[in-house]
Protein backbone atom coordinates (compact mmCIF):
# COMPACT_ATOMS: atom_id res chain seq x y z
CA UNK A 1 0.00 0.00 0.00
CA UNK A 2 2.75 2.45 0.65
CA UNK A 3 4.27 1.56 -2.66
CA UNK A 4 0.82 2.85 -4.30
CA UNK A 5 0.96 5.80 -2.14
CA UNK A 6 4.36 6.26 -3.17
CA UNK A 7 3.50 6.21 -7.02
CA UNK A 8 0.41 8.43 -6.52
CA UNK A 9 2.73 11.10 -4.50
CA UNK A 10 5.69 10.87 -7.38
CA UNK A 11 3.41 11.55 -10.56
CA UNK A 12 1.48 14.36 -8.87
CA UNK A 13 4.68 15.82 -7.90
CA UNK A 14 5.59 15.89 -11.60
CA UNK A 15 2.38 16.14 -13.35
CA UNK A 16 0.47 19.41 -11.55
CA UNK A 17 1.27 22.46 -11.26
CA UNK A 18 1.27 23.86 -7.74
CA UNK A 19 2.03 25.92 -4.58
CA UNK A 20 3.94 25.85 -1.18
CA UNK A 21 6.84 27.35 0.39
CA UNK A 22 10.39 26.84 -0.27
CA UNK A 23 11.91 24.88 2.56
CA UNK A 24 15.23 25.63 0.24
CA UNK A 25 16.50 27.34 -2.43
CA UNK A 26 15.47 24.05 -4.88
CA UNK A 27 13.21 22.61 -2.29
CA UNK A 28 9.59 22.65 -2.29
CA UNK A 29 7.46 22.25 0.89
CA UNK A 30 3.95 20.53 -0.16
CA UNK A 31 1.52 18.41 1.51
CA UNK A 32 -0.53 15.10 0.88
CA UNK A 33 -3.56 15.69 -1.67
CA UNK A 34 -1.69 19.26 -2.67
CA UNK A 35 -0.81 20.07 -6.09
CA UNK A 36 3.04 20.96 -7.20
CA UNK A 37 5.72 20.61 -9.75
CA UNK A 38 8.84 20.04 -9.93
CA UNK A 39 11.71 21.28 -12.37
CA UNK A 40 14.70 19.17 -12.98
CA UNK A 41 16.86 18.31 -9.73
CA UNK A 42 14.29 20.32 -7.30
CA UNK A 43 13.05 18.20 -4.47
CA UNK A 44 9.63 18.12 -2.86
CA UNK A 45 9.40 17.84 0.73
CA UNK A 46 6.36 16.46 2.03
CA UNK A 47 4.90 17.92 4.84
CA UNK A 48 4.52 15.04 7.89
CA UNK A 49 5.54 12.24 6.09
CA UNK A 50 9.13 11.92 6.03
CA UNK A 51 9.10 11.93 2.33
CA UNK A 52 10.73 13.62 -0.76
CA UNK A 53 10.45 13.57 -3.77
CA UNK A 54 13.78 14.53 -6.47
CA UNK A 55 12.55 14.72 -10.20
CA UNK A 56 16.32 13.60 -11.75
CA UNK A 57 15.39 13.28 -15.25
CA UNK A 58 13.27 12.79 -18.21
CA UNK A 59 14.79 9.46 -19.80
CA UNK A 60 12.48 9.44 -23.02
CA UNK A 61 10.46 11.94 -24.79
CA UNK A 62 8.40 10.23 -27.84
CA UNK A 63 5.11 12.29 -27.43
CA UNK A 64 3.61 13.58 -30.48
CA UNK A 65 3.01 17.42 -30.90
CA UNK A 66 -0.30 18.84 -30.80
CA UNK A 67 -1.55 19.79 -34.66
CA UNK A 68 0.84 16.93 -36.47
CA UNK A 69 -0.82 13.68 -37.58
CA UNK A 70 1.33 10.85 -36.14
CA UNK A 71 1.35 7.27 -35.94
CA UNK A 72 2.17 6.55 -32.12
CA UNK A 73 1.32 8.88 -29.47
CA UNK A 74 4.79 8.21 -27.97
CA UNK A 75 5.12 8.83 -24.33
CA UNK A 76 6.84 10.97 -21.67
CA UNK A 77 8.96 9.04 -19.48
CA UNK A 78 10.63 10.60 -15.85
CA UNK A 79 13.16 9.46 -13.02
CA UNK A 80 12.43 10.40 -9.67
CA UNK A 81 14.37 9.66 -6.41
CA UNK A 82 11.75 8.75 -3.36
CA UNK A 83 13.19 9.18 0.05
CA UNK A 84 11.41 7.93 2.85
CA UNK A 85 12.57 7.76 6.49
CA UNK A 86 15.90 7.39 5.19
CA UNK A 87 15.46 4.88 2.62
CA UNK A 88 15.93 5.52 -0.98
CA UNK A 89 13.63 4.28 -4.04
CA UNK A 90 14.40 5.38 -7.90
CA UNK A 91 11.27 4.89 -10.15
CA UNK A 92 10.58 5.49 -13.95
CA UNK A 93 7.13 7.56 -14.61
CA UNK A 94 5.47 7.13 -17.65
CA UNK A 95 2.93 8.87 -19.46
CA UNK A 96 1.32 8.71 -22.64
CA UNK A 97 1.30 11.01 -25.24
CA UNK A 98 -1.83 13.20 -26.43
CA UNK A 99 -3.24 13.52 -22.70
CA UNK A 100 -4.03 16.40 -21.26
CA UNK A 101 -2.06 15.86 -17.79
Request: charged letters at 25%; aromatic letters at 6%; one cysteine or more.
Amino acid sequence: MWKRRLHLVAFLAIVFAASGCGAGPRDVQACLNEEFSLSMGQRALIEGESLGIRFEEVTEDSRCPRGVTCIWAGRVTCMVEITQSGSSYRMALTEPGLSDE
